[in-house]
């Protein structure tokens, strides 16, 4: 199976992005979806994940408060609403699933995206 990715683009400090995924087989299920970014030249970081169920939610330190991570059932399709962003919040977003635990490694995680690129422009 293969985690769609969508959403990225352009877009100035203080500005928002929603970006959604969703995986190629409509009934795929797993057990939590997560977010990771990567910047050039660095690896894949932790961003946010969530249960299969909508609940319990994941997020990195330096996104609390920013990023909001949902799920809606009907679509089976996770979202990840970015506020506030920032110039360091610039990178390739990758969703991934996994059908064991989240533990906030992308060593947890066996299916992963293409990735959808964000920019925050200062």
């Known amino acids: 199976v293969q985690l769609q990715a969508y959403g990225g683009g352009l877009v100035q400090a203080g500005g928002s992005l929603t970006l959604s995924c969703t995986p190629s087989e409509r009934t795929f299920t797993y057990n939590y979806m997560g977010w990771f970014r990567q910047a050039p030249g660095k690896e894949r970081e932790f961003v946010s994940a969530i249960a299969w169920r909508g609940s319990p939610t994941y997020y990195g330190n330096s996104r609390r408060g920013r990023f909001t991570v949902s799920r809606v059932n009907a679509k089976n399709t996770v979202y990840l609403r970015m506020n506030n962003l920032k110039p360091d919040d610039t990178g390739v977003y990758y969703c991934?699933?996994?059908?064991?635990?989240?533990?906030?490694?992308?060593?947890?995680?066996?299916?992963w995206g293409q990735g959808t690129l964000v920019t925050v422009s200062s």
């Open positions: 991934a699933a996994t059908s064991g635990t989240q533990d906030y490694t992308t060593a947890d995680y066996a299916y």
